[in-house]
């Protein structure tokens, strides 16, 4: 599905500057398809966080105007393109088997072209690594210039070397992108680009660049064209939303933008990707509390449940702070579901900072938690301190966490049966073809028995049991679904 969003662009003219190499690149594939008989192919493959699936749906438009047709198959695409991570050690990884893959399939046939960008290509020596190891990556960009790949492209096709392009930050948006979404009920909406917290582990704010808000007239109309496309949910997206606003001219608070998404007749669900516990604002926990249309879940990162672990990891919060805030939460909306991100073995946590983890995640009793070993990334602060844990203890701590966290979340997941929901229905269910699967406001899962038809609508769905980590459940009548 592809949409242009033709509006005001922060940098003028640039829109349609890269929409010129739209139509060459479109000129090229043309020319090329008369010779061979043959349309170019893509595959997009991305790796990481909603940020970079986000970014994937405008490089995937941008190559769709400039004429590729999308291509499942990673062995048969032409043009696979790999929009990397690189948070944790294995996410880098990955990429390199990928590469491998490709190597083999150009020498077979040298007209293939294979481009990688994102988050990874931002650090220091990754772009020379390309040019010396890799020199059959024909394309290489980074995160702040996505908005260039159809010139960039269009610049490899024409010199068929190897085009590289890695600009250190930006302080400019560029608006009017196309893309295309992945799903037609759903969609994220950007709300800041890049990160200004630096937290000691993390690499983020070095490959995504300094913080910026895109201007809520943007955001607020982003989301009404999603609306009358047929958008029911929207995620809104940022590494810290809770600073939203923060430099724009409005005088503007994350709060505030929602209840101004909030107006957007059509968005029936609204939620939001990274709140930071540090700036929770008891404005936004009132908002949320008010909303009819704001979803029960939170996704509020722990990271670490030890104050000196926190300090050390600059979070800016601390174990009684971030009790104190669930504490809050959960006064103004008692059947609010919490989900974290938990990192084990930063450097000098000690048996009784884990305990304070294992004592945070039984008393907020969180319904999912993503748990990270940490992995030292070059460059940031972390990576170089002393008392990095021996790997047999980090792994044990891991496993304990691990058990707790499915227990817990398996005893929470229980609790709502017999009640009767509304799901938002995104997918046939993957093992069985007469259910479906629905998504509901705590962000847990339901299969029921329902046909494609249903995919896309909200539906009422009566819970009727656990199945450990999603509901088993079924249809509880139309009446009030859409
Ligand atoms: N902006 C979000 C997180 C983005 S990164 C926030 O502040 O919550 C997603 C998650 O990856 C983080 O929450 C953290 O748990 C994990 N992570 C980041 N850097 C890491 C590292 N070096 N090692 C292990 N996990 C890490
Ligand atoms: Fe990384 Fe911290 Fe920024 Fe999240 S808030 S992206 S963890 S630096
Ligand atoms: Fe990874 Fe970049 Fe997201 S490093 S987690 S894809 S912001």
Redesign the pocket.
Known sequence: MTDNIRRGAEKPGEAERQEGFMQKCAALLDRREAETGHRMTFRVTTFG?QMNAKDSEKLEGILEQCGFVREDDERKADFNLYNTCT??ENASERLYGHLGLMKSLKEKDPRRLVGVCGCMMQEKDEAEKMRSRYPYVDLVFGTHNIYRLAELLYRTLTTGKQVQEIWDGTDSIVEDLPQDRKYSFKAGVNITYG?N?F?S????PYVRGRERSRSPKDIVRECEKLAADGVKEVMLLG??VNSYGKGLEENITFAQLLREVEQVDGIRRIRFM?P?PKDLSDELIEVMAQSEKICRHLHL?L?SGSTRILQRMNRRYTKESYLALVGRLRAAMPDLALTT???VGFPGETEEDFEDTLDVMRTVRYSSA?M??????TG?PAASYPDQVPENTVHERFDRLLTLEQKIAAEECGKDAGKVMDALVEDMSPKDPGMVTGRLSSNLMVHFPGDAALIGQIVPVRLLRSGGFYYIGEMAGRNGAD
């Open positions: 966080c948070v944790r990160c917290n937290c582990y993390c690499i983020v590494q810290n990274t930071h990162p990271q991100d938990i990192i993503f990270f070993i940490y992995s030292p990334r940031t």
